[in-house]
T-cell receptor
Framework: DQQVKQNSPSLSVQEGRISILNCDYT??????FLWYKKYPAEGPTFLISISSIKDKNEDGRFTVFLNKSAKHLSLHIVPSQPGDSAVYFC?????????????FGQGTRLTINP | GAVVSQHPSRVICKSGTSVKIECRSLDFQATTMFWYRQFPKQSLMLMAT?????????EQGVEKDKFLINHASLTLSTLTVTSAHPEDSSFYICSVKAGTGRETQYFGPGTRLLVL
């Protein structure tokens, strides 16, 4: 059972425009959500996170929105840059600050076109 | 953060052989490391939590006798795929827990295993 889903395997966006990556989850016990970015031949690197007590977290060009009632989160990148081209993974966690286990989505490949 | 390396980056082996994958934490002494597996077009799935000096904790459905994990030092964890079969072909990736927050997992570059 896929608890975290990224239904768009790929997304293509024009440079300078907004990229919106979506993620849905089924487990209502998840209390922390993370986005990771992965370049080819490298491991995923942490990008931004959000606690379930918030509905928005912003860090520079990256903003994550959480809609708990819809069990949906999204990552907005604006303006999009060519260096943002990568695979983006959504991940979720439950069990409080000491929790270690992350549940990942399938990833979305973002391509930024010049 | 932590810098994590994996070796080999890619391995091809014959069915029935065993393959060892190393995960090294280059700049952090990690008591906890994680092993994930990713099949094509699927998500990263946690296989097991590797604890230095003690037995690994395996996720449901992961055969501990087939996927042997050894975390003998604070900088090295190994995953051995025993008697590998074509269905074990996958991307194996490790991570290091380098802090208390949930964003403090640092990932290696992964190992692509192909079993013929």
């Amino acid at each position: 059972d896929q608890q975290v889903k990224q239904n768009s395997p790929s997304l293509s966006v024009q440079e300078g425009r907004i990229s919106i990556l979506n993620c849905d989850y089924t487990n209502s016990m998840f209390d922390y959500f993370l986005w990771y970015k992965k370049y080819p031949a490298e491991g995923p690197t942490f990008l931004i996170s959000i606690s379930s007590i918030k509905d928005k977290n912003e860090d520079g060009r990256f903003t994550v929105f959480l809609n708990k009632s819809a069990k949906h989160l999204s990552l907005h990148i604006v303006p999009s840059q060519p260096g943002d081209s990568a695979v983006y993974f959504c991940a979720a966690s439950e069990g409080g600050q000491g929790a270690q286990k992350l549940v990942f989505g399938q990833g979305t490949r973002l391509t930024i076109n010049p | 953060g932590a810098v994590v390396s994996q070796h080999p980056s890619r391995v091809i082996c014959k069915s029935g052989t065993s393959v060892k994958i190393e995960c090294r934490s280059l700049d952090f002494q990690a008591t906890t490391m994680f092993w994930y597996r990713q099949f094509p077009k699927q998500s990263l799935m946690l296989m097991a939590t590797s604890n230095e000096g003690s037995k690994a904790t395996y996720e449901q459905g992961v055969e501990k006798d087939k996927f042997l994990i050894n975390h003998a030092s604070l900088t090295l964890s190994t995953l051995t795929v025993t008697s590998a079969h074509p269905e074990d072909s996958s991307f194996y990736i490790c991570s290091v827990k380098a802090g208390t927050g949930r964003e403090t997992q640092y990932f290696g570059p992964g190992t692509r295993l192909l079993v013929l």
